[in-house]
DNA sequence: GGGGCGATGTTGACAGTGGTAACACCAGAG
DNA sequence: CTCTGGTGTTACCACTGTCAACATCGCCCC
């Protein structure tokens, strides 16, 4: 739908082409509609002919955030080349982590935006088109291929996602933000190999699990 | 300074105190100066004889927020009763992480603003009255003790954090804030043995690193 | 073709915000 | 006592999101 020209032509996608532009330039909360309005060259409250509201509009962006996060993740992934199985399933996995990673410090702005403003629903739509699926497809190898244990399965895409996306909002909003590009280079290659062999190490610490929570 | 009651009494400490229970109420965003100055029932603008604007008054409760973490993660660290020296290393690096967490959830609103405004230097002040020079002694703890290898010391403390913080912003503010405490719980306890196991189990797998080498 | 009608875009207004400037008060120093 | 500096107030500005009323344009149907 709105596909042919009205008045202006598109104006739905020229607003949130424009949003877009904005929240990379200033990030979510620069995001102003009556700026993308005056952007595109129309007046405000054109817009709420097409959004109900500003939220409508960030939830459109966060559509679009969406969708390039997943084509980083995606073409990380095809970069991975690796005959052994075991080798190429761990190989994707780590391949999932950087693109993420890699799309979060490319995309600052849309990157906050996808988690600041998310709808209430996760990413559970299929398998495997958003990066939640994807990394359960990917864990879901591991198991098969032999190299992690079925017992420690559950949870595995917990903490995987945990960590990546920890490393991703310390280094792009939080604290780690000034790190020198090698230096996070190197932290996250450390912490990709981490999960790595945390996976791949099987075994149980009954005595770490109980002992419960104080107060 | 400003200890003694001028017109107000203590002005600053009481738009403070109202700043945090707004936060408390309406998290980060919802902070607004002239609401929190009609809160103490003060006038607008007289904030800004103690604020030079809205981010210095964010600063303010960032400081009691992180007062408020530290006191988190030292209560559950406080627990730990442990004999063997290296369960108890183990331990107390597992009790920063619940404890970082617990806060997390119980003070969504405060830890949002903790992350989202913070200062632009990490939390690098003394080396164990914030969380992450808490994590660093605790991981050399580790490495004292036998249990994480001295080459695997560097890095960590990133990976660690990442990996605790990512899953309190994921379930605070991200995709996982619908779950269930109880699937919470068990990802908690998952993910934190999770990362014990991957420190605890040394060596290298240098085909994932680099690329290449057989198995 | 012409009338109408609904979708689209515009102007105008309102409440709320952060921020600046000019003024009013009040305590203590001299 | 006056004066001075810290404190709080009123008035104003630009900006935002949102609502209501009005204008316009394209298309459908008679």
Redesign the interface.
């Known amino acids: 739908m709105t596909t042919t020209p009205y008045h202006h032509g598109n104006l739905r996608t020229a607003l949130v082409e424009a949003a877009v532009e904005t929240v990379r330039e200033r990030g979510p909360?620069g995001l102003a509609l009556r700026e993308v309005a005056r952007r595109v060259g129309v007046s405000h409250n054109a817009a709420y002919r097409h959004f109900a509201d500003r939220d409508a509009l960030v939830d459109a962006v966060a559509e679009r955030a969406m969708v390039e996060l997943v084509g980083a993740v995606h073409r990380r992934l095809d970069t991975v080349d690796e005959a052994?199985p075991?080798?190429r399933a761990?190989?994707r996995l780590?391949a999932i982590g950087a693109g993420y990673v890699e799309f979060a410090l490319a995309e600052p702005g849309l990157f906050r935006l996808l988690?600041?403003a998310?709808p209430?629903?996760?990413?559970a739509e299929g398998a495997g088109e958003d990066p939640?699926g994807m990394l359960n497809v990917a864990l879901d190898e591991l198991v098969d291929v032999g190299y992690l244990s079925p017992k420690?399965r559950?949870?595995?895409e917990?903490?995987c996602?945990?960590?990546?996306?920890?490393?991703?909002?310390?280094n792009v909003?939080?604290?780690?933000r000034?790190l020198e590009p090698s230096d996070r280079a190197?932290?996250l290659?450390?912490?990709?190999?981490?999960?790595?062999?945390?996976?791949?190490?099987s075994?149980?610490?009954p005595?770490?699990?109980p002992?419960g929570?104080?107060?």
């Open positions: 909360e052994d075991v080798a761990r190989r780590v988690f600041t998310y209430d629903a996760p990413d939640y420690d559950p949870g595995a917990v903490t996602w945990s960590v990546v996306h920890g490393f991703a909002v310390l909003e939080g604290p780690l000034g190197a932290a290659t450390s912490l990709l190999l981490s999960v790595d062999r945390g996976l791949g190490a075994g149980t610490w005595e770490l699990a002992r929570a104080p107060k």
